[in-house]
């Protein structure tokens, strides 16, 4: 498989090749028959494809790789203990529980967020739907600063919800809500409105209407976002790790842990958590993925 | 049952879509609303379905004024152009949304729902979903759907637009005999005049929201009441400045009464032929001839003719105030 694609070094003269190619005015491409010019762009989607490959084997799969030796390094015996350790499933415990929570609660505020931009008109929309990105541009440490100050033990509303599950998951709930509002809102916005209209006369009432026609044709990106969202938050630290105060067996997520384990020197420890924290992840958008395809596959 | 407009206006921010619209659509009668688009014959099928709220006026249906009624307390049968089937359900859970909707029992809503299915062709596809469709079958799906509730009245959006040539013909004369069987006072919106001449019993033509005439089909096509009924409903020409039907002015070699005109155009259509003629002074004018006619005179180019309407009376009756409006 590796032998068929072309070397690093030859790919910038492919690609060269190719791009004189589409702009064929020069005077030295116009003997070239059509199989030479064939030829040239063959080889260049094989660059490309090679590109990626490269590109994702740096970024994604290498890391990936590292890890899982890293979690192994001192055999399966050792990679389980560190993993099922007490410190380490009442750590993970508490980071599912967050996680689902907090993408529980974006799937309907999403969902209601991405309707009111959708459906609604009123003064600051383009404003409001410039804002929801903000999560994902702003530091999550400037967040969690941002909520520790707010919710913290000086906050300004006397509401101290540091070192709860409570401050966890509105810390997680902020990091994520854009998942769930940009997968929801083009959807909404591609729907007519016709079906839900049909319905109305056929004398469904507006909450039936919701539940029969709308939910159902927003379910599958629903699903996709939530899903994304409960992955994102499974890895979360910078927004979480001031307001949770860390507190081992207690308000310690799974971030945390492998972060301090990490700097006591237990790197194979802190990879072996992070492995099964990757695990969940994975199977959640896998799994979320498989049931939304299914869902929209019925509807053509 | 009948249905009553009585002042209807809407706007769409400034611009005024429907002005001051009254009408009484008949019980039983296939009403086609015919007109442009933009004319806003949708909006007013809307309106009546309740979908779209209007700014003044009344809606009747029957006795009952149901200006401020939603949708749902309608019942009124509503086919959208688009069919908008409910896309994650099948064909028979399509068709018995309506009576799931008003809780009849299992059984029924079965029996209703096959019987539906039947009358609309679409037995063995029950278990299909949308997707499956031809365009004809979902739009008969639509038609099911609708009228499963038994509605009053029923509504449809330019149902035969988006079929091909075929399929929309055999679907016309189909829908319009299932209406005269069912007796259901049907408001049809079209922007194609054959299909409004061919399926409806009276007409009513929009033009910027306002009714430039109604009557029956035959009725309007012969006295159109404005230029734009007139050119809407079909072909017109003119001679001496008054509007003709081509097919009401006839050719003949020689004669007194009539223009003489020389022939600069002739278009074979296989069952009509379209004869352009001009006269000393530069006005042309164009005859339409049926097969057999064109053969007896067989025109062609630099012919002379003189050219006469069979009957004295134009298209359209001169009436200043009406042709000033238009």
């Known amino acids: ?300 | 049952m009948t249905v009553s407009l009585d002042g209807v206006s809407k706007s769409f921010g400034k611009s005024l879509v429907l002005d001051d619209i009254t009408d009484v659509f008949a019980d039983g009668e296939m009403t086609a609303l015919l007109g442009p688009s933009g004319s806003g014959k949708s909006t007013l099928l809307r309106i009546i379905a309740g979908l779209t709220p209007l700014d003044s006026g009344r809606v009747r249906l029957g006795e009952r004024d149901v200006t401020s009624s939603p949708a749902r307390e309608r019942h009124i049968g509503f086919c959208f152009q688009d069919y908008a089937p409910f896309r994650h359900l099948s064909v028979f859970a399509n068709v018995a949304y309506g009576l799931k909707v008003q809780r009849v029992p299992r059984a029924e809503r079965k029996a209703r729902v096959e019987e539906l299915l039947g009358l609309v062709r679409l037995e063995d596809f029950a278990d299909r979903y949308p997707h499956q469709l031809s365009g004809g079958q979902r739009q008969r799906m639509a038609l099911a759907r609708a009228l499963a509730i038994k509605p009053d009245v029923l509504l449809l959006d330019e149902p035969f637009a988006a079929l091909d040539a075929q399929v929309r013909g055999e679907l016309r004369s189909w829908v319009r005999s299932l209406q005269r069987e069912l007796g259901i006072t049907t408001i049809l919106v079209t922007h194609d005049q054959i299909e409004a001449m061919e399926i409806a019993d009276r007409l009513v033509i929009l033009n910027e929201g306002r009714i430039e005439q109604t009557g029956k089909p035959s009725f309007v096509y012969d006295h159109p009441s404005t230029d734009f009924v007139a050119g809407f409903l079909g072909p017109i020409t003119t001679l001496w400045g008054i509007s003709y039907r081509p097919h009401e002015l006839e050719l003949s070699l020689d004669g007194d009464e009539g223009e003489k005109a020389t022939v600069t155009d002739v278009v074979r259509l296989g069952f009509e032929v379209r004869v352009v003629l001009t006269n000393q002074t530069g006005e042309s004018s164009w005859v339409q001839l049926t097969h057999d006619q064109a053969k007896a005179l067989n025109p062609s180019i630099g012919q002379r003719y003189v050219v006469r309407p069979r009957s004295a009376r134009g298209l359209i009756e001169q009436d200043p105030t009406k042709r000033a409006r238009s």
Not at chain 1, 7 to 26: F, I, K
Not at chain 1, 127 to 139: Q, Y
Not at chain 1, 163 to 175: E, R, Y
């Open chain 1, 1 to 300: 498989m590796l032998e068929s694609l072309p070397t690093w070094s030859s790919l910038p003269v492919n690609l060269l090749a190719n791009h004189s190619v589409a702009t064929a005015e020069g005077p030295s491409l116009r003997w070239r028959s059509p199989r030479a010019v064939r030829t040239v762009e063959k080889s260049s989607a094989a660059a490309a494809k090679g590109l990626v490959l490269f590109y994702i084997s740096l970024i994604v799969l290498i890391p990936l790789a590292a890890l899982l030796t890293n979690a192994f390094n001192h055999g399966v015996g050792s990679f389980w203990n560190a993993a099922t350790s007490t410190e380490s499933l009442d750590a993970l415990r508490l980071t599912v529980t967050c996680s689902l929570l907090a993408a529980a609660f974006n799937a309907l505020a999403g969902t209601a967020t991405a309707f009111v931009l959708v459906r609604d008109r009123f003064w600051g929309k383009s404003a409001l739907n410039a804002i929801i990105d903000l999560p994902f541009a702003l530091p999550t440490v400037v967040a969690g600063v941002t909520f520790y100050t707010l919710y913290g033990p000086h906050s300004p509303f006397h509401v101290n919800i540091t070192g709860s599950w409570i401050g966890i998951t509105v810390a997680i709930m902020f990091v994520t809500l854009p998942f769930s509002v940009r997968a929801v809102q083009p959807v909404l916005e591609s729907l007519s409105g016709d079906a839900e209209a049909a319905a109305s006369t056929l004398g469904a009432s507006s909450f039936y209407v919701f539940r029969t026609i709308t939910l159902p044709a927003i379910l599958p990106a629903l699903l996709t976002g939530t899903g994304l969202a409960f992955a994102r938050a499974l890895g979360e630290y910078g927004s979480v790790v001031f307001i949770s105060n860390n507190l081992p067996y207690r308000s310690e997520v799974g971030s945390s842990y492998i972060y301090s384990l990490v700097s006591s020197g237990q790197v194979s420890s802190a990879a072996s958590v992070a492995l099964i924290l990757l695990t969940g992840a994975l199977l959640v958008l896998v799994a979320s993925n498989v049931i939304a395809r299914r869902l929209a596959r019925r509807r053509g």
